[in-house]
């Protein structure tokens, strides 16, 4: 369970980042915004915050002039912003860093899309995970992300959870074995199969 607590309270932590920061009242601003990916999986291993927002017609400036405000929080290291439009991710990217503690980095990823973005999306994930996981596919997950933090291996958690929900895969030395039959060049487009539970 030691697994399970930590994930909980890195979510906890997370919560008070988003709401001290006011995140998401701030992307609701000009469209709708999800808090994606492992915060709202209850999968946190490492300090990342993942947020998609959807609008009829983004816009990087607008949306630059919602989080203009953060640099004055001195807990607010960094504030960076990519567009990402020509590429496959059709969107623009902004990324915050933030000190919650000394040595303590938490970095959160924000999308901005348009509403009628094609391609794989993470809030099209948030229910069809948390309907699939239970509480042993959640203790695989996060033992696995564990060991790829430990082993500074970096790859997309949604590898993670593909091969433990759909194939069944309970070890760190299973999943780089599988990982070696991947293709991670290219945007993951996996759904769970079917409901685990």
Known sequence: MELLKRAQERKETASLILEELELLEKWNTIGQAYV?????????????IDIETFCVRPNAAEAMSILANLTGNPKVIELKYRNYLETPFNGYYFKIQYEHAPLEI???DMWL???TRKGPLSRDLVSLMNDSLTIESRKYILNIKEELLKKSIALPSIYVYEAVLDYDIRCIDDFLYWMEKQDVGNQSHWRPSNNNK
């Open 106 to 108: 938490w970095n959160i």
């Open 113 to 115: 899309f348009s509403e």
């Open 36 to 48: 994606v990916g492992a915060t709202a999986y209850d999968l946190l291993v490492d300090q990342d």
